[in-house]
């Protein structure tokens, strides 16, 4: 009877969280079928933007992710009314990391030369790049304002701002890129400029939500607005950091790799970022199922009950089987249809075909490590995964991939089969790792 509790109860939290998901990251799903129709060079460029500003968005992420586990802790204790205080707290740390979020984007130039992107793409991504830009701040008040809902466990406020954001980037994307309607033809910096307005209007919903709704009150989130508190400011990033680092080194590995493949010309990055982007909205699932388990097992553990903690964990790597299985199946039985929603280009398409093989093999070991991060954060536990990552995706993925796809010639082929070998690395080290700790908490 309780197995059949923790089913339903983790699929009713984790269903909206995976939709949440899916419509957090379709803007960069639009972004790149829509650049994919204007031309493979803006495509491109779009693709090595991406790989600069979603890996810093990882980090940012990450570190926000401390807040949902201490919410569900004081949520399953009844000190509710102390919530507010800790988001006072981390909004301090969210205007911090908006600004390194927005030095980073600044001195991309730098990155991409250095990196050796081909010059017919740089330009372009940082427009692109200076586009997005503007709409910074407002991301990282919105991602501070949906972990207040998601450790409470409403996500309806997720579900309804990630709606309004995608209503309002296809329409500003289909103006900006392609100048319809008198707007200017801005090609990849439109592109970027729609997901900052976008972003902005995600942020202005989801605070007046949280201000107004009843659900919310009992938080005193404004009650008696406070100063920096160091002590609870280092609590929030002991925990925040490690996290934010193993985020980072994932997303920098698949940002390093599209970084390489632009070595190789405009063609092979347009058709690694569609395979990669698609693979990425695929990615959402397990992510959101993760994000579920953080929360559940956070407030299993703060009500005392270790034994549904780790049930919920063994529930969460189930589900997560599932939908990795039906992800790799449409990659495998629909990879033409794939690539005609990005693209026009003949040889873009057939690049992205071959890669999407690639993509269906390593979606059980990508969804397998996304579960068992969001359980291990709900044991409050980074640093130990944070070394998993480093290892597995730093020193067997990225040079694994450096090695065949450049180095021995076998191409964004190549540079895949690491990325491969550097997910099962990091799956196999995280769920070795639940088990252990779940069985002595």
């Not at 409403?154 to 994307?173: D, E, M, Q, W």
């Not at 495998?332 to 026009?344: H, I, K, Q, T, W």
């Amino acid at each position: 009877m309780q197995l059949r509790s923790e089913i339903v109860r983790t699929a009713q939290l984790a269903a909206p969280l995976v939709l949440g998901q899916l419509l957090a990251f379709s803007i960069s799903f639009v972004d790149t079928m829509m650049a994919g129709r204007f031309d493979a060079l803006t495509l491109a460029a779009v693709a090595v933007g991406s790989a600069v500003w979603q890996s810093m968005l990882l980090f940012v992420i990450g570190v926000m992710m401390a807040v949902p586990p201490f919410v569900s802790h004081l949520d399953g204790a009844n000190h509710r009314g102390k919530v507010g205080g800790l988001i006072q707290q981390a909004s301090y740390i969210a205007l911090a990391l908006a600004l390194l979020y927005l030095l980073v984007l600044g001195n991309a130039e730098l990155l991409l030369v250095t990196v050796g992107v081909e010059p017919s793409i740089v330009p372009l991504a940082l427009g692109y790049l200076d586009g997005i830009s503007w709409g910074i701040p407002a991301l990282c008040g919105f991602l501070l304002l949906r972990m207040l809902s998601e450790g409470l466990a409403i996500t309806r406020p997720i579900l309804y701002f990630g709606v309004l954001g995608l209503a309002v980037n296809i329409p500003a994307n289909y103006l900006l890129i392609f100048g319809h309607f008198g707007a200017p033809r801005l090609g990849a910096s439109g592109c970027g400029y729609a997901s900052s307005i976008a972003q902005w209007f995600q942020f202005l919903g989801i605070l007046g939500y949280v201000l107004r709704h009843r659900s919310f009150r009992s938080t005193q989130l404004l009650r008696g607005w406070s100063a920096p508190d160091w002590p609870s400011i280092r609590t929030l990033l002991a925990l925040g950091l490690p996290i934010g680092g193993s985020i980072f080194v994932e997303g920098s590995l698949f940002s390093a790799a599209a970084l390489l493949m632009a070595k190789l010309g405009p063609t092979v990055a347009a058709a690694h970022q569609v395979a990669i982007n698609f693979s990425g909205l695929m990615f959402m699932l397990p992510l959101g199922i993760g994000m579920a388990l953080t929360v559940r097992i956070g407030n299993a553990l703060g009500r005392g009950d270790p034994a549904a903690a780790r049930l919920v964990g063994l529930i969460g790597f189930a589900m997560v089987l599932c939908t990795q299985i039906t992800s790799a199946t449409v990659m495998l039985l629909f990879p033409e249809l794939v690539a005609a929603l990005y693209s026009d280009d003949g040889q873009v398409r057939d690049t992205v075909v071959s890669l999407l093989f690639l993509a269906a093999i390593f979606q059980l070991p990508d969804g397998v490590q996304a579960a068992g991060a969001g359980a291990l954060r709900g044991l409050k536990d980074s640093r130990i995964p944070m070394l998993f990552t480093i290892v597995a995706y730093w020193l067997v993925g990225l040079p694994l991939g450096y090695l065949l796809g450049l180095q021995l010639g076998y191409g964004a082929e190549g540079m895949w089969g690491g990325l491969i070998a550097g997910l099962t690395v990091a799956a196999t080290l995280m769920i070795l790792r639940f088990l252990r700790l779940s069985n002595a908490v």
